[in-house]
């Protein structure tokens, strides 16, 4: 099913997002060349490695299979990038490290049962500038992203990510609480990230029609927050949403991105999307 945003409705997570964002100081940019993602993450300060999911030096990344949002104020201070993988084989991406373009390999992989199939999109490379952290960054910008990629042609049927370096409990406040996943579990024990020690790997799963749901609950959240700006108040304003039981209704999403590659999303159906002037290789602003 094709969910096309209700505009009469004002469900547009993303649309919404940036104005809270715009009022706030910050600018925010679709970026498809992750070339400049990570040439830009090479000096973010506190970026201790490069995402080797989203190097374009390992994996043949472009402007039809990734982008990358750009948050700025005065200088790049956030970043939040996906990735298109198709329909290929999960299991397969992570037992031969082509999910982080190739690594020592083989790797054991548990809980198959519970990897997701389909067509999947991967997030990930979350980065707050250290002066800009605690404001409720991460909350809003994996929420926009996946608010984008659903109005692509990738169709994911659900969004995954991976968690490494953290203990199991700090895991799962950030993809849980603060980035909105649905669920995380370990895949693996022994898993070799570049410059990192042998550790665990653990998965994020957000199925289809629970980030639907969600954008459109986040939607209405932020709409309760007009005129406001992210900060402390922001952070305690959501976190006190999150405590109260929301009733779902199944909405669309995408309208801002749809807006500016033309058109309304049709109903019924997919369409081809002219990637957001990604062909026309330019950074697109979001903005009025």
């Not at 201790?48 to 949002?69: C, G, H, Q, R, T």
């Not at 799963?205 to 406001?228: E, F, G, P, T």
């Not at 992210?230 to 669309?252: H, L, N, S, W």
């Amino acid at each position: 099913m094709n969910y096309a945003l209700n505009i009469e409705n004002r469900l547009d997570f993303a649309e919404e997002a940036r104005q809270l964002l715009e009022q706030s100081g910050y600018e925010l940019r679709i970026n498809p060349f992750m070339s400049q993602w990570a040439t830009a993450a090479a000096e973010f300060p506190g970026k201790k490695v490069l995402n080797p999911e989203f190097d374009p030096k390992l994996i043949n990344l472009n402007p039809a299979n990734s982008f990358w949002l750009e948050l700025n104020c005065g200088e790049t201070i956030a970043s939040f990038a996906m990735r298109d993988l198709g329909a290929e084989n999960l299991c397969d991406l992570i037992s031969t490290y082509a999910l982080w373009g190739g690594g020592p390999g083989p790797l054991q992989v548990e809980n198959r049962d519970r990897l997701p199939t389909g067509n999947l999109t991967l997030e990930g490379a979350c980065w707050i500038h250290p002066a800009h952290r605690g404001l409720g960054l991460p909350w809003l910008l994996p929420r926009i992203a996946r608010a984008l990629a659903l109005q692509r042609t990738w169709a994911p049927s659900s969004f995954v990510g991976n968690i490494v370096n953290r203990p199991l409990a700090d895991g799962k406040q950030l993809a849980l609480e603060k980035y909105g996943c649905q669920r995380l579990f370990k895949i693996a024990d022994n898993f070799c990230y570049p410059f990192l020690p042998v550790q665990p790997l653990y998965l994020t799963v957000s199925d289809r029609d629970y980030v639907i749901d969600q954008l459109s609950n986040s939607a209405r959240c932020l709409r309760q927050y007009a005129d406001q700006k992210v900060g402390r108040d922001f952070v305690a304003f959501i976190r006190e949403g999150q405590k109260q039981p929301t009733k779902t209704r199944r909405r669309a999403v995408g309208g801002m991105f749809d807006t500016l590659v033309g058109g309304a999303a049709e109903i019924g159906g997919r369409r081809p999307i002219n990637d957001h002037g990604f062909t026309k290789n330019r950074v697109v602003k979001i903005g009025r």
